[in-house]
């Protein structure tokens, strides 16, 4: 079975500042990758996804995500956060053998000085 | 466009008490997924449906039950409520099992069972 581990619970970063939320998982092949954001009291947005390709891939507001298969790691950046970025990010693995059931990390929650 | 839509938003049970959170769906999507997030666990999944008619049961499936009767419903009842199912509970749905696309959240349902 798939496993996500976010090791981060909590980060704080200053407006303007970039930001690198960690991602690692465990399966067995290549496995889907998804970045989702969640709001206060709002239900989860997608940022980005992986699925083959490109191991770099782009999302909404300003994110990326980079896939590294050697280290089994999809890491969450931005290169200047904005007060707006303030949220909890989950990452998120769909594994192709099991109709893509999506686990989820624990989550990353991000607070941004001023 | 409504998306996904869950009520109520906000439940306070007994132990003992039952109920159903219920998530409707107005974009024909045939999966459709039930999970809760508890802090620092993420979302785990509960319930899951393919299309009418199917369900199936996630990590975490004790306490709760489903059934999928048209495309658009897919309620999750609580027979007998625990204090250990105090939680925030998300209804996503996608296109189709097999589909790579992103899930759609409902914006929560929080239960409370004292």
């Known amino acids: 079975a798939q496993s996500v581990t976010q090791p981060d619970i909590h980060i704080t970063v200053s407006e303007g500042a970039s930001l690198e939320l960690r991602c690692n998982y465990s399966?067995?092949?290549?496995?889907?990758l998804f970045w989702y954001v969640q709001s206060p009291g709002q239900g989860l947005q997608l940022l980005l996804k992986?699925?083959?390709?490109?191991?770099l891939v782009q999302g909404i507001k300003g994110f990326e995500a980079e896939f590294k298969r050697s280290q089994s790691s999809f890491n969450l950046r931005k290169p200047s956060v904005h007060w707006s970025d303030a949220a909890e990010y989950f990452c998120?693995?769909?594994?192709?053998?099991?109709?893509?059931?999506?686990?989820f990390g624990g989550g990353t929650r991000v607070l941004v000085k001023p | 466009n409504a998306g996904v839509t869950q009520t109520p938003k906000f439940q306070v049970l007994k132990t003992g008490q039952s109920m159903t959170l219920q998530c409707a769906q107005d974009m024909n999507h045939e999966y459709m997924s039930w999970y809760r997030q508890d802090p620092g666990m993420g979302l785990r999944l509960i319930h899951y449906?393919?299309?009418?008619?199917?369900?199936d049961q996630g990590e975490v499936p004790n306490g709760y039950n489903v059934s999928r009767s048209t495309t658009e419903d897919f309620p999750l009842r609580l027979l007998s409520a625990a204090p250990s199912q105090t939680s925030v509970y998300f209804c996503?749905?996608?296109?189709?099992?097999?589909?790579?696309?992103?899930?759609?959240f409902g914006e929560g349902s929080r239960l409370t069972v004292l």
């Open positions: 992986y699925f083959s390709g490109d191991t």
């Open positions: 449906s393919v299309g009418a008619g199917i369900t």
């Open positions: 996503a749905s996608k296109p189709g099992q097999l589909n790579t696309g992103e899930l759609f």
């Open positions: 399966y067995g092949a290549t496995p889907y």
């Open positions: 998120a693995v769909g594994a192709p053998a099991a109709g893509n059931k999506l686990t």
